[in-house]
């Protein structure tokens, strides 16, 4: 069509933005199928959110909530004074009781007397539940999913007599990713934080590079790095946040050079060099560190050999196990929810004795499916599935059908990027 014409301007103007969108998501799932095609499956194999043993409180109002997320916590039993808070992220498929229940958060939390707060999404922002890190409106300080979680905080603070100076935040995969924007959007508000199979601040800015960085990592500078999350919050003159990072070498969901992108990320933050200061075994896996001027831990990396997606576990009654595996939350032989709370320093006094009784409720979501195939008529807002794919919240995009197979179909229905 000629568009020159002025009446014609506008429809000309929809049908080339739609043209380089569709063309973009061909694109990218081209690279998908080219890189990723034996593994394409395992987006089909989000864990259904069952029942489990719930032992968190819901606050349903706390002020402003522009993420539209819901706020659970948990505090130990006798509640201590001036406790300090870890935020803990959920990845996809899962919600704030289920990845307690595997991560073993809570477990933690009446050894050491500490509080949780564990935000979850719901399934009208995300229909697989994951935390739309990757949107640009929900991951800059002040805006959407970040600023709900930040009010969150504010809330526990306020209410529960937690100690400000001692907040931490952790997350797996989705919430891994949104762990990264938590840190860089509000440096002033964590002491440390912790990055399960996820991703650096500023890794993608479409649904192409979504992909990219999850299953190619293109490499950047540690101060491009680093200036992604100075430039998200230029007002900061305050010291960083320390940052412990965890990755299986065996993830083909987030490929481990997302953990070495990290690295460089928080490295070039606290001025350090890339080669780290100390290099250990813990638990049988290599734990390299990075020390400042002081000496202090300020960056930690753990790989964990032979590990796939997912939290690493060592489940047990021993102080340094807790958790229960599942879906993603995998048994390896070494617990990094009690490494990252030993990171975090809550692990330095004497183990509470555990409570004699549990009101215990139940939590469950009914079990997602996967539907037959479909044409894809819209994307869906952008976020991290525990499959790792984005997906994106948003207005219907008119554009003609895209014949791209019935398992890539399934796949992207099954990780958030198309609506069912």
């Known amino acids: 069509m000629h568009c020159s014409n002025?009446?014609?301007?506008?429809?000309?103007?929809?049908?080339?933005?739609?043209?380089?969108?569709?063309?973009?998501?061909?694109?990218?799932?081209?690279?998908?199928?080219?890189?990723?095609?034996?593994?394409?499956?395992?987006?089909?194999?989000?864990?259904?959110?069952?029942?489990?043993?719930?032992?968190?409180?819901?606050?349903?109002?706390?002020?402003?909530?522009?993420?539209?997320?819901?706020?659970?916590?948990?505090?130990?039993?006798?509640?201590?004074?001036?406790?300090?808070?870890?935020?803990v992220l959920h990845g996809c498929g899962q919600t704030a009781a289920g990845y307690d229940h595997g991560a073993g958060w809570s477990t933690l939390a009446d050894r050491y007397g500490f509080a949780l707060l564990m935000p979850e999404q719901q399934r009208?922002?995300?229909?697989?539940?994951?935390?739309?890190?990757?949107?640009?409106?929900?991951?800059?300080?002040?805006?959407?999913?970040?600023?709900?979680?930040?009010?969150?905080?504010?809330?526990?603070?306020?209410?529960?007599?937690?100690?400000?100076?001692?907040?931490?935040?952790?997350?797996?995969?989705?919430?891994?990713?949104?762990?990264?924007?938590?840190?860089?959007?509000?440096?002033?508000?964590?002491?440390?934080?912790?990055?399960?199979a996820g991703l650096p601040y500023g890794a993608a800015a479409n649904v192409q590079q979504a992909f990219q960085s999850m299953f190619q990592c293109p490499s950047r500078p540690a101060q491009e790095w680093g200036d992604m999350v100075r430039n998200a919050v230029p007002q900061?003159?305050?010291?960083w946040p320390r940052v412990s990072v965890w990755h299986g070498s065996a993830d083909k969901t987030v490929i481990p050079s997302n953990a070495q992108e990290i690295v460089k990320q928080w490295t070039s933050l606290h001025g350090l060099p890339i080669r780290p200061a100390k290099q250990s075994e813990v638990d049988g896996y290599p734990r390299q560190v990075w020390l400042n001027d002081a000496g202090d831990e300020v960056v930690e990396s753990y790989t964990i050999a032979?590990?796939?997606?997912?939290?690493?576990?060592?489940?047990?009654?021993?102080?340094?196990?807790?958790?229960?595996?599942?879906p993603f939350l995998l048994e390896v032989g070494i617990s990094s929810s009690f490494h990252i709370?030993?990171?975090?320093?809550?692990?330095?006094?004497?183990?509470?004795?555990?409570?004699?009784?549990?009101?215990?409720?139940?939590?469950?979501?009914?079990?997602?499916?996967?539907?037959?195939?479909r044409p894809v008529r819209q994307l869906v807002e952008t976020s991290f599935s525990e499959a790792g794919a984005p997906s994106h919240r948003g207005q219907p995009l008119r554009m003609s059908p895209i014949d791209i197979g019935a398992v890539i179909t399934g796949a992207l229905q099954a990780a958030g990027l198309m609506k069912r």
Request: charged share 20%; hydrophobic share 35%.
């Open 341 to 373: 709370a030993r990171f975090f320093g809550l692990t330095t006094g004497p183990v509470r004795p555990s409570p004699q009784s549990e009101d215990v409720a139940t939590f469950s979501v009914p079990p997602e499916t996967i539907p037959a195939q």
């Open 6 to 87: 002025r009446s014609h301007v506008d429809h000309c103007r929809v049908r080339d933005e739609r043209d380089l969108l569709v063309f973009n998501f061909r694109k990218s799932i081209g690279a998908l199928r080219a890189s990723r095609a034996p593994s394409v499956d395992f987006l089909s194999h989000l864990p259904n959110t069952a029942k489990y043993p719930s032992r968190l409180q819901e606050i349903q109002s706390f002020g402003s909530n522009p993420g539209n997320l819901r706020l659970y916590y948990y505090l130990p039993t006798p509640e201590p004074a001036d406790s300090p808070l870890v935020v």
């Open 236 to 239: 900061h003159n305050g010291p």
């Open 124 to 196: 009208s922002n995300n229909p697989n539940g994951c935390f739309n890190w990757f949107q640009p409106e929900d991951s800059q300080r002040g805006l959407g999913e970040v600023a709900s979680i930040h009010r969150m905080i504010e809330t526990m603070i306020r209410e529960k007599g937690i100690d400000r100076k001692r907040v931490f935040v952790t997350g797996l995969s989705a919430g891994g990713a949104m762990t990264s924007a938590m840190l860089a959007c509000y440096p002033d508000v964590f002491a440390a934080g912790a990055i399960v």
């Open 306 to 326: 032979n590990m796939a997606h997912g939290t690493p576990l060592a489940t047990g009654d021993a102080d340094s196990e807790c958790g229960n595996a599942g």
